[in-house]
């Protein structure tokens, strides 16, 4: 697949699926997770080859466009051609989402379906194990208390609700897997 | 509240038309028209390059220090929003050369992450560039969490200083720790008398009764320390500087580089009152005011108020805070 046609899949997505993740989102957040993502995926279809995370990152605007935006990055380089492992991409994107979000693993946020991604991936599995993992992640962001971010000061730190964040992180994968993608 | 803008989708970009048309030393980068650089570069292989990226509406900061002896671009955001790191990235590539760049952070969480994004992003592109983290605002975090703090108007300070060192040809590493070291010896307090308007949505920022100024306020108006009843400038002048003083004391003897920031409504006449009465109460503990700023610099649109930043100099930092520098707004710096 390409990284236009990867864009392309991701964009129709989001775009039925905006309304749930804005609802997940206002639980705990300010209720505009889809809108913002979708906002992003709109632009990035529009841009030009190799800058079409970057488009996404300037118009999703804010903290969670550009952490997101990393995210897409490592998988608009590996569809374009990398010496990197898709495992290696998604490392990085982990340790730069950590470092500037001054996230942990147990934060109730995208790194909690980031990670078991990660680690199906090193322990040789391929997309759609990635992709399972990562849900199992994403659903066990309903009993964490959030540590960071709007989710902290609502009725117990989010504990109860799905982390949008992570909920993303699962469509972004599996984009991938019904693609055909390994 | 009556706004001089043509409409808010334009008023960024119409802003920095008129900036680039009225300062011939600026001009608009070619990366993208959010980025400006001056317009006599130097070779960039051989000097570093500062810039910073901020968002807008705080005006004359960052675009207005723009040229020789100071910095060498600004990546303009929207209005109070951090611009995002894909154009910062695109600024730190249009002014990287192989003697690298210093990108200046004011520490607000979207200027972090934005920031932190593009220098990753920039390395991943073979670019040389470390991004220096600034704090001074005392009222953000307890003492001894100076780290956690945020930017306030004494990053001024870091600017200047770094600028006239970059201009002289002092290379990326010893530059980098000068600006830890200019950081590390300055702080700021302000005290907002009244809000500014949002160009966004006509609103005021805040709300203050009119006997209570507030201590200790952010530039986007962020909480502080608290409030604290209206009275004659004398009572809070000398509120701040004691608070200043206990959070890093300065001794008897010794000089300090005192900057009066005017947060966009407060007159000169206000703020020239306001650094007599600082460098007063300085005096009565045996310090010695030098090298004055005194003006409107980092502004919220017509908030009322001001800071105070206090920097005990090294001479190497005295002497560089001193240099000539020809930006659009930066001011002449006289020893005092």
Redesign the interface.
Same mark, same amino acid.
Request: avoid cysteine; hydrophobic fraction near 60%; glycine fraction near 14%.
């Given at each position: 697949m390409t990284a236009r046609g990867y864009f392309e899949r991701l964009q129709a997505v989001f775009a039925s699926e905006k309304t749930r993740l804005d609802e997940l989102d206002a639980a705990i957040g300010d209720g505009d997770h889809g809108t913002t993502m979708l906002r992003g995926l709109n632009a990035a279809v529009k841009a030009d080859d190799g800058r079409q995370a970057k488009a996404f990152m300037r118009a999703s605007g804010g903290a969670s466009g550009t952490l997101f935006g990393l995210v897409l990055h490592e998988i608009e380089l590996h569809l374009i051609g990398s010496d990197m492992t898709p495992g290696a991409h998604l490392d990085r994107a982990i340790e730069r989402i950590k470092a500037l979000g001054k996230v942990e693993t147990g934060d109730k946020t995208m790194v909690d379906a980031l990670e078991p991604a990660a680690r199906a991936l090193e322990a040789g599995g391929g997309i759609n194990e990635a992709v399972a993992a990562a849900a199992q992640g994403r659903d066990a962001t309903r009993a964490m208390a959030a540590r960071s971010g709007r989710a902290r000061y609502v009725e117990n730190a989010g504990a109860g609700h799905i982390d949008p964040g992570a909920t993303s992180v699962c469509l972004i994968l599996q984009a991938l897997a019904d693609a055909g993608e390994q | 509240m009556k706004k001089l803008f043509n409409s808010q989708e334009t008023m960024v970009d119409d802003m920095i038309d008129g900036f680039v048309a009225a300062f011939p030393q600026v001009v608009r980068g070619n990366n993208d028209p959010r980025i400006v650089v001056r317009a006599k570069s130097k070779n960039r292989d051989e000097k570093v390059t500062l810039l910073i990226g901020n968002g807008s509406g705080h005006e004359p900061i960052a675009m207005g220090f723009i040229g020789e002896g100071l910095l060498d671009a600004n990546v303009v955001g929207d209005v109070f =929003?951090a611009p !995002? =790191?894909?154009?910062i990235?695109d600024g730190i590539a249009e002014v990287n050369g192989a003697a690298g760049s210093i990108l200046l952070v004011s520490q607000h !969480?979207?200027d972090?992450?934005?920031g932190? =994004?593009a220098v990753?992003?920039a390395e991943e592109a073979g670019h040389r560039v470390k991004p220096l983290y600034m704090y001074d605002d005392i009222s953000s975090a307890p003492k001894g969490q100076e780290g956690e703090r945020r930017g306030a108007p004494g990053t001024m300070f870091i600017y200047k200083i770094l600028g006239a060192a970059a201009e002289e040809g002092t290379a990326l590493g010893p530059l980098y720790a000068l600006g830890e070291a200019v950081r590390d010896n300055t702080r700021t307090l302000a005290a907002a008398v009244s809000p500014g308007i949002s160009p966004l949505n006509g609103k005021a920022m805040f709300s203050l009764p009119d006997d209570e100024i507030y201590l200790g306020m952010g530039v986007h108006g962020e909480p502080g320390i608290g409030r604290a009843k209206y009275g004659p400038v004398s009572g809070l002048v000398e509120t701040i500087v004691e608070a200043l003083l206990e959070d890093r004391p300065i001794e008897a003897g010794d000089k300090v580089a005192v900057m009066i920031n005017g947060m966009g409504g407060t007159t000169l006449m206000e703020l020239l009152t306001i650094y007599g009465q600082t460098e007063k109460s300085l005096a009565a503990r045996g310090i010695k005011a030098i090298a004055p700023m005194v003006g409107t610099f980092v502004t919220t649109q017509e908030m009322g108020g001001f800071s105070i930043s206090l920097l005990t100099p090294t001479p190497e930092m005295l002497r560089y805070w001193c240099a000539p520098s020809d930006t659009p707004h930066f001011p002449a710096i006289n020893m005092g």
């Open positions: - | =929003a !995002s =790191a894909d154009l990235l !969480s979207g972090v992450i934005n932190g =994004a990753m992003l």
